[in-house]
């Protein structure tokens, strides 16, 4: 079995549980248990989007722990993997939940790609959950078991797998019309946060970085999610799928209305 690496915390000297709570209109009080975690997390994913904008603009993404709760939270703006999971992993210290940073390499390209992901497993119950609040329109949205491998596991209207490849290694898979489809793999070791400077960088300025190619922003809701890919706009619920192509002049529109974002 392997040993329990050491959890992770990172600082942070403006973060309030308070004003996070608040920021994703979680009501009540979070305990360390399964379901506060998983309540919590579907607050974050239908409140703060994920989102590139600052990419768009020709900026590298702050991995400053105080920046990015300034964005998130006063600002109301979202982020991309870093920002959003950095952000969750700090209400996880918050209220007592042991994590480590993980870092994943995304699948669903024709060539393999470095780890540039960043992901969270925690210790929930003493069973170990992969989340993940960052991974764009096909990603988990609720606390997946490790343990749970090879299962079809429901969330929603959308079905995931974990396959379990080695020891300490998984492939995270998503069911797309009937097809499991590969989304990332990772392997179970501890990161510290500044081990993902590199792949921020990357995925900031790379012009083989989809962050730098296009617009991306998704936001989930309890029966779908709206996702903003380059100049379409896809409304997902329940199941089914309305895609609409806009112009140049809606961008900023469609981003106040839809996504509540000011680029």
Known sequence: MREKTKPTHIRSDNFSLQSYLYRVKYSGTPKSDYDSIKKLMQ????????????????????????????????????????????????????????????AARPMPYPERRPNTHMAIIATIENEEFLIDLGFGSYGIREPLKLSSYNTEIVQGKDAFMLEKTAENEYLLKTLINKEWANQYSFEVHHHEWIDFIPANYFNSTHPDSIFVQKPFVVLFNANGRKVLFGNTLKLIEDGSTESILFEEEEYEGILKQHFNLQP
Do not use: T, W
Request: charged share 20%; aromatic share 10%.
């Open 43 to 102: 607050c974050q994913m239908c409140s703060v989007p994920f989102e590139n904008l600052d990419v768009q603009k020709g900026m590298v993404v702050s991995l400053l722990p105080n920046d990015i709760v300034d964005k998130i939270l006063n600002k109301h703006r979202g982020g991309y993997c870093y920002e959003v999971n950095g952000l969750f992993a700090l209400a996880l210290q918050e209220i007592k939940v042991p994590y480590i940073f993980v």
